[in-house]
């Protein structure tokens, strides 16, 4: 069973761009999340979403965005690229549909660096 | 407000010995606590996880320890090998949540 796949894997935009990652979930996982993890913060809870819908954002600004597709594919978004937004992304999916949440599947993450 | 505190930031081991890592919580609506393991180049790995209803939890050479009344947990990891040389991290997640807090990680490095 192939795992949660995450493209690009690496990438290098410069200040005020936007840029866009995209997450394949496990096949039949319909919860998606999505973390950022930087060597200062470590990992930080960025949005959640099943069946289209997000249901927990975490505390970033508006320039952070996500969504799902009815495949439960998923895609986040980060409009004006500030120096602090280099991380890595990771993508979780889930089987369960309810709490407990605990039980993600990481992708290998995309490695975003700001110039 | 770090709401899972984690210890210690970094921790070297010989082989064979007892990996210990702790957790502290701040958030009484915590009630799921799992722990994640992440090699370089990889995302994290779902290793083992507790709930508060239950003080310890084994599975092969692991084990967390909860204490609910300190609001505190802890990893264990028995007869260390190089293999285990990884970045740990515990996490809280509260009922109803869709959304995990993780501590700051653990680097263990076990050597030979």
């Known amino acids: 069973k192939a795992g949660v796949t995450q493209t690009p894997r690496y990438l290098i935009k410069t200040r005020g761009q936007q840029v866009t990652l995209s997450c394949s979930p496990i096949?039949?996982?319909?919860?998606v999340s999505w973390y950022q993890q930087t060597p200062g913060q470590g990992l930080q809870f960025l949005f959640e979403y099943f069946s289209e819908t997000q249901r927990n954002k975490g505390n970033f600004p508006g320039r952070f965005s996500g969504r799902q597709f009815s495949n439960s594919r998923s895609e986040m978004n980060v409009s004006t690229l500030e120096l602090g937004d280099s991380a890595l992304y990771l993508c979780a999916s889930s089987l369960r549909t309810g709490p407990p949440h605990g039980e993600l599947f990481f992708g290998e993450g995309s490695r975003l660096t700001v110039l | 407000q770090q709401q899972v505190k984690q210890s210690p930031q970094s921790l070297i081991v010989q082989k064979g010995g007892i990996s210990i890592i702790n957790c502290a919580y701040e958030n009484t609506a915590f009630d799921y606590f799992p722990w994640y393991q992440q090699f370089p180049g990889k995302g994290p790995a779902l290793l083992i996880a507790?709930?508060?209803?239950?003080s310890e939890k084994k599975e092969g050479r692991f084990t967390i320890s909860f204490n609910k009344s300190a609001k505190q947990f802890s990893l264990h990891i028995m007869d260390s090998q190089p293999g285990d040389s990884a970045t740990y991290f515990c996490a809280a997640l509260g009922a109803g949540s869709y959304q995990l807090t993780f501590g700051k990680g653990t680097k263990l490095s076990v050597i030979p």
């Open positions: 096949s039949g996982h319909r919860s």
């Open positions: 507790i709930r508060p209803d239950v």
